[in-house]
């Protein structure tokens, strides 16, 4: 099983500013076959982006993905209100398809 | 569009059962793997199991094999989860996610399933 640990658990940041997401895996992860999705409160996941740096339809260019092997990073380059959220990892290399634990961005 | 439509939650005692279903529209279902995943209660994702197109093969996370069942009506564009032996650990919002290969690309919006007594 791969058991990913996404850090930090909680990020502080204000509008406008840059959020860095770290998820690492305890293995490599087959293909680079990574995906971060954002959950908001009473809300379903909403992919955003996979593969690691493959944006879903529909997700604006200030999300980004980067990272290979067993360190992967997900970026938001300037936070609007709207995605003050939490954030999820999970890698879909094989079974058991897993999540990271999970990181809260938050409004300073 | 893509829509997930999950039922069948409930409150239920432990060692009950309990059957989730789900019907998607606006996509093409007999192309695509289909999965439940779980969220207990102030916590994260908890991928449950996964199922193929043609319902062949079957994927279950360890704390349920042997209790759950996924399966699959294409006619129907319906998928589901049989519930058997419920524990108050198996608490939790079930969401019906569809897969892009083993990617969740989409979710429903989710039904509850309470373990009680």
């Known amino acids: 099983e791969i058991v990913l640990t996404q850090s930090p658990g909680t990020l502080s940041l204000s509008p406008g500013e840059r959020a860095t997401l770290s998820c690492r895996a305890s293995?490599?992860?087959?293909?680079?076959?990574l995906a971060w999705s954002q959950q908001k409160p009473g809300q379903a996941p909403r992919l955003l982006v996979y593969g690691p740096s493959t944006r879903a339809t529909g997700i604006p260019d200030r999300f980004s993905g980067s990272g290979s092997g067993t360190d992967f990073t997900l970026i938001v380059s300037r936070l609007e209100p709207e995605d003050f959220a939490v954030y999820y990892c999970h890698q879909y290399a094989w079974s058991p398809l897993t999540f990271g634990g999970g990181t809260k961005v938050e409004i300073k | 569009e893509v829509q997930l439509v999950e039922s069948g939650g409930d409150l239920v005692q432990p060692g009950g059962t309990l059957r989730l279903s789900c019907e998607a529209s606006g996509f093409i279902f007999s192309d695509h793997w289909m999965m439940w995943v779980r969220q207990a209660p102030g916590k994260g994702l908890e991928w449950v199991a996964t199922?193929?197109?043609?319902?062949?093969?079957?994927h279950y996370v360890d704390s349920v094999k042997g209790r759950f069942t996924i399966s699959r009506d294409n006619a129907k564009r319906s998928l589901y989860l049989e519930m058997n032996a419920l524990k108050v650990e198996d608490t939790a919002l079930y969401y019906c996610?569809?897969?892009?290969?083993?990617?969740?690309?989409?979710w429903g919006q989710g039904t509850l399933v309470t373990v009680s007594s």
């Open positions: 199922i193929k197109q043609d319902g062949s093969e079957k």
């Open positions: 293995q490599s992860v087959p293909k680079d076959y």
């Open positions: 996610s569809r897969g892009s290969g083993w990617l969740i690309d989409s």
